[in-house]
């Protein structure tokens, strides 16, 4: 027994000193992690400090600054739209003041009618005016932009309807035909047109729509897409500036929008629309006689389109290509903001950024490929070039959008991180804030209470329409993707029309998964770790503008703005 007790003892002991040992490893080993991670922190700090220092808040001043001088030519352009439209509303006479101008004779019974209410020859009173309708697989759309053109008040002689359908889904061609064979046993001279390919998208098709033989003989061409719905004195009211100023190439009417009132969505797209025809358009046809076609909605003098050398498919903008080639050669462009047009807003979020895409980066690519010809040009003045490639190109197109991005959505932010950068943040907010409620009040007076979140959720856009200036810029592999905005027509009213057609509604995970926007999410995620940084470090309280951004972007990181509704069709070059 005590020779076991004997033994029995070291093992204890060796037991209890392995265990000390191995905590005493333990302490050891944390001991050194805890003083290796002190001595790392001890070496990167003063890296750390010096890299913020001389490079990270150099490059923020310098970003900031760059910003603030935009800022002030962007205020710059601001008060010179704003001004030249006050001029034209205030002191410029009306159109048919400015320019000649007598009202037509009414067709009899209107819709296209070819005889005269007060008799005489409609051929010495009325040009032949075509009418052009692009379709591509728009099923929910069509009847109403064919019968409202089919319904124009202009003889039937002098009146050519011509659908151009692209469409792929020959159920859907079937259907157009069909509805245009249906207008022409009414009496209606309307042409059904397809061709081979789609070469060109809209403005190949629109192109290969004036080389007709029947073409030869019209004086006007008038373009109305799927969706637009012109009132049947149109023709009656814009024509006659035509026909007494032969100097004039284009007229363009303002659009309205049946479905403004839809969604939170189609109410931004009314107020930055409305701005653009209320104070640049209005302006610069008032002053400057020249601005871009809005590619619908509009006349076109066929003479200025061929002098201009026709349509040309070179960018997604074919409308304002065609336009500044116009107004090099010295046409004049009307706007006629009391003649309206009816036409449909995008309503599904992921239409609306593919139409913004190619609305930011058409502009673009177009810059980089007439900026030195404008400049060149001799038929027009030292003026009017100015204003094309700085007002028009430089700071509306481009310098607006992208400044409204990098100054609100990184910038700022990041100087809120910052203290050694100083700049009164709230004075940059505000001004902006400020000046967003009075274009509400001058373009849409009914939204201005939605200036606010109008200003956010321009942030947003100018997001998406930032990548696609510098993909426009350089080229790059989608400066040539036309994607058709989907426009939902009754659609939602009317489902079980148009169900046998529409594709089927894929799973709802594939849904959700294809309205995750991962880079508004990253965004998000940024601008909330600023606004907690304000929250707990700051003392400008700027996280009272960061969060409700954040929340902006969060929303459209999870595709919420806008109706749910299947994706657009595209088509890529």
């Given at each position: 027994?005590?020779?076991?007790?004997?033994?029995?003892?070291?093992?204890?002991?060796?037991?209890?000193?392995?265990?000390?040992?191995?905590?005493?490893?333990?302490?050891?080993?944390?001991?050194?992690?805890?003083?290796?991670?002190?001595?790392?922190?001890?070496?990167?700090?003063?890296?750390?400090?010096?890299?913020?220092?001389?490079?990270?808040?150099?490059?923020?001043?310098?970003?900031?600054?760059?910003?603030?001088?935009?800022?002030?030519?962007?205020?710059?352009?601001?008060?010179?739209?704003?001004?030249?439209?006050?001029?034209?509303?205030?002191?410029?006479?009306?159109?048919?003041?400015?320019?000649?101008?007598?009202?037509?004779?009414?067709?009899?019974?209107?819709?296209?009618?070819?005889?005269?209410?007060?008799?005489?020859?409609?051929?010495?009173?009325?040009?032949?005016?075509?009418?052009?309708?692009?379709?591509?697989?728009?099923?929910?759309?069509?009847?109403?932009?064919?019968?409202?053109?089919?319904?124009?008040?202009?003889?039937?002689?002098?009146?050519?309807?011509?659908?151009?359908?692209?469409?792929?889904?020959?159920?859907?061609?079937?259907?157009?035909?069909?509805?245009?064979?249906?207008?022409?046993?009414?009496g209606i001279n309307i042409r059904y047109q397809v061709r081979e390919g789609r070469v060109g998208y809209k403005a190949g098709a629109l192109k290969e729509g004036l080389k007709r033989d029947y073409?030869k003989e019209c004086e006007f061409v008038a373009i109305f897409d799927a969706d637009f719905q012109p009132e049947p004195d149109f023709l009656r009211r814009s024509i006659p500036f035509f026909t007494y100023n032969p100097e004039i190439g284009l007229i363009q009417a303002r659009w309205r929008f049946v479905n403004a009132n839809e969604c939170f969505?189609?109410?931004?797209?009314?107020?930055?629309?409305?701005?653009?025809?209320?104070?640049?358009?209005?302006?610069?046809?008032?002053?400057?006689?020249?601005?871009?076609?809005?590619?619908?909605?509009?006349?076109?003098?066929?003479?200025?389109?061929?002098?201009?050398?026709?349509?040309?498919?070179?960018?997604?903008?074919?409308?304002?290509?065609?336009?500044?080639?116009?107004?090099?050669?010295?046409?004049?462009?009307?706007?006629?903001?009391?003649?309206?047009?009816?036409?449909?807003?995008?309503?599904?979020?992921?239409?609306?950024?593919?139409?913004?895409?190619?609305?930011?980066?058409?502009?673009?690519?177009?810059?980089?490929?007439?900026?030195?010809?404008?400049?060149?040009?001799?038929?027009?003045?030292?003026?009017?070039?100015?204003?094309?490639?700085?007002?028009?190109?430089?700071?509306?197109?481009?310098?607006?959008?992208?400044?409204?991005?990098?100054?609100?959505?990184?910038?700022?932010?990041?100087?809120?991180?910052?203290?050694?950068?100083?700049?009164?943040?709230?004075?940059?907010?505000?001004?902006?804030?400020?000046?967003?409620?009075?274009?509400?009040?001058?373009?849409?007076?009914?939204?201005?209470?939605?200036?606010?979140?109008?200003?956010?959720?321009?942030?947003?856009?100018?997001?998406?329409?930032?990548?696609?200036?510098?993909?426009?810029?350089?080229?790059?592999?989608?400066?040539?993707?036309?994607?058709?905005?989907?426009?939902?027509?009754?659609?939602?009213?009317?489902?079980?029309?148009?169900?046998?057609?529409?594709?089927?509604?894929?799973?709802?995970?594939?849904?959700?998964?294809?309205?995750?926007?991962?880079?508004?999410?990253?965004?998000?995620?940024?601008?909330?770790?600023?606004?907690?940084?304000?929250?707990?470090?700051?003392?400008?309280?700027?996280?009272?503008?960061?969060?409700?951004?954040?929340?902006?972007?969060?929303?459209?990181?999870?595709?919420?703005?806008?109706?749910?509704?299947?994706?657009?069709?595209?088509?890529?070059?």
């Amino acid at each position: 027994m005590e020779n076991g007790k004997q033994s029995s003892i070291p093992c204890s002991l060796i037991s209890c000193e392995g265990k000390m040992a191995e905590i005493s490893a333990k302490a050891v080993v944390l001991e050194w992690l805890v003083g290796s991670t002190a001595d790392i922190r001890a070496r990167i700090s003063p890296v750390v400090a010096l890299i913020r220092a001389n490079v990270v808040v150099p490059c923020l001043r310098v970003a900031l600054y760059t910003c603030l001088v935009l800022s002030f030519l962007l205020f710059l352009e601001w008060v010179h739209v704003m001004f030249l439209a006050a001029v034209a509303k205030l002191f410029r006479k009306k159109p048919a003041e400015r320019y000649k101008w007598e009202p037509m004779a009414n067709p009899a019974g209107g819709g296209g009618a070819g005889d005269l209410e007060n008799g005489g020859n409609g051929k010495d009173i009325f040009p032949i005016v075509l009418v052009q309708i692009p379709i591509f697989n728009e099923i929910e759309v069509y009847k109403m932009s064919i019968g409202a053109a089919c319904r124009l008040s202009w003889p039937s002689d002098r009146l050519v309807v011509q659908v151009l359908d692209d469409s792929t889904d020959l159920t859907i061609k079937d259907m157009i035909e069909k509805e245009c064979m249906r207008w022409s046993s009414e009496g209606i001279n309307i042409r059904y047109q397809v061709r081979e390919g789609r070469v060109g998208y809209k403005a190949g098709a629109l192109k290969e729509g004036l080389k007709r033989d029947y073409v030869k003989e019209c004086e006007f061409v008038a373009i109305f897409d799927a969706d637009f719905q012109p009132e049947p004195d149109f023709l009656r009211r814009s024509i006659p500036f035509f026909t007494y100023n032969p100097e004039i190439g284009l007229i363009q009417a303002r659009w309205r929008f049946v479905n403004a009132n839809e969604c939170f969505l189609t109410r931004m797209q009314e107020m930055s629309l409305d701005y653009q025809f209320v104070i640049e358009q209005e302006g610069g046809s008032s002053i400057h006689a020249f601005f871009s076609f809005n590619g619908s909605g509009g006349i076109w003098r066929i003479a200025a389109i061929e002098e201009a050398g026709g349509w040309k498919d070179r960018t997604t903008v074919e409308d304002m290509d065609l336009a500044v080639r116009a107004g090099l050669k010295r046409w004049k462009f009307l706007f006629l903001g009391d003649l309206d047009v009816k036409s449909e807003l995008p309503s599904t979020f992921k239409a609306y950024r593919s139409q913004q895409h190619r609305w930011a980066c058409g502009p673009a690519n177009l810059f980089r490929k007439m900026a030195t010809e404008i400049a060149k040009n001799k038929e027009v003045s030292i003026w009017k070039k100015l204003y094309m490639i700085y007002n028009f190109f430089f700071i509306r197109k481009l310098v607006g959008t992208m400044f409204t991005f990098f100054f609100y959505c990184v910038v700022l932010p990041l100087v809120s991180l910052m203290p050694e950068v100083d700049v009164t943040k709230w004075g940059a907010i505000l001004a902006t804030f400020v000046i967003a409620t009075i274009n509400t009040l001058v373009a849409t007076p009914r939204s201005t209470h939605l200036a606010v979140p109008w200003v956010l959720f321009e942030n947003i856009m100018s997001f998406h329409r930032t990548k696609g200036i510098f993909i426009g810029l350089f080229e790059a592999k989608r400066a040539n993707e036309w994607v058709v905005t989907e426009k939902l027509g009754d659609a939602l009213k009317n489902k079980p029309n148009v169900e046998s057609c529409a594709p089927k509604k894929p799973p709802r995970f594939k849904l959700f998964r294809d309205r995750i926007l991962l880079q508004e999410l990253g965004i998000a995620t940024f601008l909330y770790a600023c606004g907690l940084y304000g929250v707990f470090y700051g003392d400008d309280k700027y996280y009272i503008y960061l969060f409700p951004q954040a929340i902006f972007f969060t929303v459209a990181g999870f595709g919420y703005f806008g109706t749910m509704i299947a994706a657009p069709i595209s088509y890529v070059s």
